[in-house]
């Protein structure tokens, strides 16, 4: 990979927006892109006091590789020290659960992961759905209920 990005959005219990970020990575694997876009999420969602969070992802090995039952058994993983960032952030004080869901019922978040790509460095925060992500993120909204 040359450069990636990474995206993710917020939702309130009832699914409407609350916050959306998308941020520019420079990650060499599409697995490493997707943990840095969780640990960004998280590190947000931690910011702006969010205590209970449902975090949906396509990719279910990383849901495999964060679980924290246990010792961690990927001390040699290329990607070790986010995994561990990651599985300590999953420690904090939150009610935090994970889901796999298809990359089809979640789109805005790779919508968002587009917009990164546009950056030069750097993150940008969504207080409110950007304009060209409300088709993606009705579909998904609808898709859910």
């Known amino acids: ?3 990636a990005g990474g995206g993710g959005v917020l939702r309130r219990e ?17 697995l490493a892109a997707e943990i840095l876009a969780m640990r960004e999420g998280l590190a947000m969602a931690k910011t702006f006091k969010v205590t209970k969070l449902e975090v949906e ?9 964060l679980d924290t039952s246990g010792v961690n058994p990927y001390p040699h993983h290329e ?14 004080n939150w009610v935090l659960v994970f889901k796999h869901i ?7 978040a790779h919508h968002l992961t587009g917009m990164a790509m546009e950056l030069v460095v ?10 060209r992500a409300i088709t993606d993120f009705e579909k998904d909204k609808a898709a859910a209920e």
Do not use: C
């Open 122 to 131: 750097g993150h940008v925060t969504h207080f409110e759905v950007p304009p």
């Open 14 to 30: 009832n699914r409407d927006w609350y916050l959306g970020f998308s941020s520019k990575f420079n990650p060499k694997t599409p």
């Open 1 to 3: 990979m040359d450069g």
């Open 102 to 108: 298809a990359r089809h019922k979640n789109m805005v």
């Open 57 to 65: 992802t396509d990719a279910e090995s990383l849901i495999f590789m």
């Open 79 to 92: 990607l070790a020290v986010v995994i561990s960032d990651v599985r300590n952030q999953i420690n904090e």
